[in-house]
């Protein structure tokens, strides 16, 4: 079977765990992860998706499947025998010792020479640019730096494949957003092939090449950011990536649309004729007119009911009498905008939409 | 605790009164057998002029020295065995699933609640019923000696260090240990460089209490010494039942010395080996010969 082409880094076949009689935390997943990809398993918590990367640490086993890593079948082949490295949540440095000790563990317990390990250990930091810290103990850094030693502890082992458990949850917003640039640019370095839990999808969206969203232990949709974020297979996936309004509807042809409301909508889809679906229309994707306004393309009226400054938009709430549309529009001194209580239109163009399952 | 006045007027009278009170209750006896043992007079309790005879005899004193001696070995050797069974133990509840766990756990604990005499009549009988199968299996004449002793030291001492040790355990994150077996550690490695390190004050902890309670022993050691191996404790109860005379204070000066020179030194040790986490880089190589000691209150429990 691996013959047939270039294994894959990670392959997941009808793999399953069970937790007693009934708790099934990941249920029969299929899930190819290519030769250097970042692939970012994405899902609210207790989707499984911890379960999932736990799995291909070794720390659990699954009850049943198969997992393969470069082709060669894990099975319950225990964490230390797998060629894979795991950043904790939380990070797991080990207290009692400094640094350099921590990131020379893995060295060490694969019996590399003492010398040898340290300095491959002091350069594992220095690329992390924290080289001038090689001596102090984990408690003396700070949360970035910490994490940044706890990739470092896992890189100088050279993985074939390196994961990630949620590896940016405990740092604040800018630090985060710095570490996501850093983390991204490591992997283009080092080549190696990053897994990585999160649940925050603008995280997933910016780092990965490809996300598996997972929810009650089954993959959703996987697809590349753009492809999740443009054309969602459901819902939950319209819903978790992103921000959006779904409004049902009854499939006509594979042209039109017609919403709860009677309205006629085109929106190109290819679900059958007759089916309960809902179009997802993002609130940047939307257009917001005065009354006397004549836009392209589909249009319904409504009335603002709230408005939130947002800095670099405006973020409308629009009552129409069957739902709410959040419509957000980027702010331009030029233009004016539109206070609760208005009448308006609000248009969007026809690639801008998305038609999902209900 | 973190009240953020200071008490005033009355209630701060009230609480020195009651500090200095506690005080007194805790070492006014200590002081008076201190001082006594250096009276020249055979009663206790009056003063006879300064006088170090009592310690004279007790270093001539072979009986004393003989029942210090078995104290001694008894309390050494049931420590190490009881630290070493104790440790497992508790790694065994603590990080494994296994059958009739729950039953272990509670059975494990039983001869900390157990009141003494009762755990030394049990101890006494399984002697008994013990030499009695050797005897008529094997035609061997056993009786009761140091060993028994230990034997019996060891049956509770296991208990306390696992207690301990397992609460040092159930504070220690567990993912240090996935951490390690991730970096390639097999499970004794992981044991070794990470989670031992991890446990070394809970583990010294244990063993300070499990040596105090072997030093501290009357009624079970009572019930099980042979002859020839009294223990210092049982000794001197029997001293007191002859007549208390001021040897007795002696002995006890000495047992107190002994002990707050083991306390200070774990301490000491504890303060050394933090003094060194600061500046050794290679831990890996040399962290077994580090003695950490338990916290301090489990050193203050071994005064008394």
Redesign the interface.
């Known amino acids: 079977m691996a013959e047939e082409e270039i294994a894959a880094a990670v392959e997941l076949q009808g793999l399953t765990k069970r937790f007693g009689a009934d708790v099934t935390a990941v249920d029969s997943i299929d899930l190819r992860i290519e030769d250097g990809e970042f692939f970012a398993l994405l899902g609210p918590s207790g989707c499984g998706k911890t379960t999932t990367l736990r799995m291909i640490a070794g720390l659990e086993f699954p009850t049943e499947g198969s997992l393969r890593i470069y082709g060669e079948e894990m099975g319950t082949l225990s964490p230390n025998k797998r060629p894979v490295n795991t950043v904790f949540q939380n990070y797991a440095l080990f207290p009692h010792m400094t640094v350099l000790d921590n990131v020379a563990f893995g060295l060490r317990m694969q019996k590399v020479d003492k010398a040898e390990a340290n300095k491959r250990a002091q350069e594992a930091i220095e690329m992390v640019r924290l080289g001038q810290m090689a001596k102090r103990k984990p408690n003396q850094l700070s949360g970035g730096q910490q994490q940044r030693i706890a990739l470092a502890r896992a890189l100088v082992n050279r993985p074939k494949v390196l994961l990630l458990d949620e590896p940016l949850g405990a740092l604040d917003l800018k630090l985060r957003q710095e570490m996501q640039i850093e983390l991204k640019s490591l992997q283009r370095e080092v080549g190696i092939t990053f897994v990585f839990v999160t649940h925050d999808q603008e995280e997933a969206l910016t780092l990965s090449d490809r996300i598996a969203v997972m929810h009650d232990g089954k993959f959703l949709q996987v697809a590349s950011p753009e492809n999740m974020y443009e054309r969602p297979a459901n819902r939950f996936v319209a819903d978790f990536i992103g921000q959006t309004n779904l409004l049902e509807g009854t499939v006509e042809d594979a042209e039109t649309v017609c919403l709860a409301n009677g309205a006629r909508v085109s929106v190109a889809n290819d679900k059958a004729e007759g089916a309960k679906v809902a179009v997802s229309l993002r609130p940047e994707r939307i257009n917001v007119h005065a009354l006397d306004d004549k836009p392209d393309g589909p249009s319904l009226e409504g009335v603002v009911s709230s408005v939130t400054y947002l800095g670099t938009a405006h973020s409308y709430r629009i009552a129409m009498d069957w739902m709410e549309i959040e419509v957000r529009e980027e702010n331009r001194p030029s233009r004016g905008h539109f206070n609760a209580g208005d009448s308006v239109l609000i248009s969007w163009h026809s690639d801008g939409v998305w038609v999902v399952d209900n | 605790m973190s009240s953020t006045t200071d008490p005033r007027g009355f209630s701060k009278a009230f609480l020195t009164a009651n500090a200095w009170l506690v005080y007194l209750f805790f070492y006014a006896p200590i002081i008076l057998l201190v001082v006594y043992s250096f009276s020249g007079d055979k009663l206790v309790g009056r003063w006879g002029g300064f006088t170090l005879d009592w310690y004279r005899a007790f270093a001539k004193d072979d009986n004393v020295q003989g029942a210090l001696w078995v104290s001694v070995q008894v309390a050494i050797v049931s420590t190490l065995v009881s630290v070493v069974l104790g440790t497992l133990a508790a790694l065994a509840l603590e990080r494994f699933k296994f059958r009739g766990q729950k039953v272990f756990d509670a059975l494990l604990y039983l001869p900390i609640i157990i009141p003494d005499v009762t755990m030394a009549v049990m101890l006494l009988m399984f002697f008994s019923q013990f030499f009695n199968v050797i005897d008529s299996v094997l035609g061997l004449t056993l009786s009761k000696d140091i060993s028994t002793v230990i034997i019996s030291h060891i049956a509770f001492n296991i208990s306390f260090v696992s207690i301990v040790v397992r609460a040092r355990l159930e504070g220690m994150?567990q993912?240090?240990e996935?951490?390690?077996?991730?970096?390639?550690?097999?499970r004794w490695?992981a044991f070794r460089?990470?989670t031992f390190?991890?446990i070394i004050p809970g583990i010294a902890g244990g063993a300070l209490l499990a040596l105090t309670l072997s030093l501290d022993d009357v009624v079970i050691a009572q019930f099980v010494s042979g002859p020839g191996s009294t223990t210092l404790p049982v000794y001197v109860f029997g001293l007191i039942r002859k007549g208390v005379s001021p040897l007795i204070n002696a002995v006890s000066v000495v047992m107190l010395v002994a002990s707050v020179l083991l306390v200070m030194l774990s301490l000491l040790a504890q303060r050394n080996s933090e003094d060194k986490?600061?500046k050794?880089?290679?831990?890996?190589e040399d962290?077994d010969q580090e003695v950490s000691s338990g916290s301090s209150s489990l050193s203050e429990m071994s005064i008394n």
């Open positions: 994150d993912r240090l996935e951490a390690a077996s991730d970096l390639y550690a097999s490695k460089f990470v390190p991890q986490d600061q050794v880089n290679d831990e890996n962290d």
